[in-house]
């Protein structure tokens, strides 16, 4: 559009140079997948959420965790890139990878971005759950919006040492550090570091087992963020192949002191819940996370959260309804309509996916019922279904009375 400004959620922001955000993008913004009840995105939330709730229990045993699954995806530069250090010449940040409103404003390129904020707010332990942005291109696993859950839990002295009053978190004399490297940050003491290390990987493994199965085979990969040091990513090994699911690390102590908190050590981490999903219920596209078509969704409405569940294909084709009524014989007292639904069933196979009853009709002089009956969705379907709804039946069909087997009422 030439308009001078943009509309997103209810705000107006001003067109620069900077400016790369599209229509289709701001329309995306406004799904929230991660928090529609049943989407494979909002199980893998779940049970992330839950597993942390019953892990870090506080002093009146409630969660110690707090969730924030509902912040406006749109942030200054400030909350997604300089509250984290991330230098200004990091390629990160440029144009070609994020979607800016203008030179103020742009898309979270991950949820991240909120973590100065909450603990500004004076939280310690909390979780934020979100839709993130970044321009790619669009193949079966990449998307330029997917969903990220972040983690940050800080730990004071006495918290961290409750037996010990002569050990510390910092060192008092040096608050240097080599950022980047596989090392601690200078300013921390090794029992401390070594602590947080701990806890944040068995608390990792821990989700990943919670997640994947208490036997699966993982393993750490040494990397590096601008935020968290030293910073570590887990791998899992499962679907015959290792999966990247998350990043972590020591909080950079400077992020900290930044915001004011000055006795107090982090650790940080952040993961991609469509990896992980696509991974957990055999997903094939990550495209699928954004059908509106029951056919996928109607999958994922699961009893129990942690029952395991594997994606069966549904068409590429749209849905589509089939409205079909009839004439039932004159021995129609017999008739139920489940004997109908049946008969669909054993002709249609898979790709019938609904029948319902919609409507009934006597006729008031001949008496006669019509029955007004079936909701056919999907008339086409891919290979691996059954296709050969429309070959001629092997059989002769047999004749309707007896096909409407007459059935005793209760
Ligand atoms: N924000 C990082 C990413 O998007 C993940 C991360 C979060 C790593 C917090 C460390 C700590 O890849």
Redesign the pocket.
């Known amino acids: 559009s030439t308009s001078d400004t943009i509309a997103i959620h209810n705000r107006t922001f001003k067109r620069d140079d900077y400016t790369n955000i599209t229509d289709k993008i701001i329309s995306l913004s406004q799904k929230r997948l991660h928090i529609q009840p049943s989407h494979p995105l909002s199980l893998v939330r779940q049970r992330t959420i839950n597993y942390f709730y019953k892990t870090f229990l506080n002093s009146r045993r409630n969660p110690s965790f707090s969730v924030y699954d509902n912040l406006s995806p749109i942030v200054t530069l400030e909350q997604n890139f300089n509250s984290l250090l991330i230098p200004e010449n990091h390629p990160s940040r440029n144009k070609s990878d994020c979607y800016y409103i203008n030179r103020e404003h742009l898309l979270r390129?991950?949820?991240?971005a909120h973590?100065a904020e909450l603990i500004r707010t004076g939280l310690d332990n909390f979780l934020i759950v979100g839709d993130?942005y970044r321009r790619d291109e669009i193949d079966s696993t990449h998307y330029p919006v997917f969903h990220?859950l972040?983690a940050v839990r800080l730990r004071s002295r006495d918290q961290l040492f409750p037996n010990d009053d002569a050990l510390s978190l910092f060192v008092s004399d040096d608050t240097t550090c080599i950022p980047g490297g596989p090392m601690k940050q200078n300013c921390h003491t090794l029992e401390a570091f070594k602590l947080m290390e701990h806890e944040l990987k068995t608390t990792l493994v821990g989700l990943a087992k919670e997640l994947f199965g208490a036997e699966v085979k993982y393993h750490w990969v040494n990397t590096t963020?601008p935020?968290?040091q030293p910073?570590w990513e887990l791998e899992v090994y499962y679907n015959n192949r290792w999966l990247e699911i998350?990043?972590?690390?020591i909080m950079v102590q400077s992020i900290l002191s930044n915001i004011g908190v000055n006795d107090r050590i982090g650790w940080?981490?952040?993961?991609?819940l469509e990896r992980i999903a696509m991974c957990l219920y055999k997903i094939p596209d990550i495209r699928l996370f954004w059908s509106t078509d029951s056919g996928f969704l109607n999958q994922f409405k699961v009893q129990d959260l942690n029952q395991p569940k594997s994606y069966k294909i549904v068409s590429q084709y749209p849905q589509c309804i089939h409205d079909i009524s009839f004439w039932l014989p004159d021995d129609s007292m017999n008739f139920s309509s489940n004997d109908f639904y049946d008969l669909v069933r054993n002709i249609g196979g898979d790709i019938v996916e609904q029948v319902s009853l919609t409507d009934q009709f006597v006729h008031p002089k001949s008496d006669e019922y019509n029955n007004a009956v079936i909701k056919l969705k999907r008339a086409e379907c891919t290979s691996d279904v059954n296709t050969d709804i429309n070959e001629p039946l092997s059989e002769a069909p047999p004749k309707k009375r007896q096909r409407f087997k007459p059935r005793k009422l209760l």
């Open positions: 390129a991950h949820t991240t973590q993130v990220q972040d963020f935020f968290t910073s998350l990043g972590c690390g940080a981490f952040g993961l991609g």
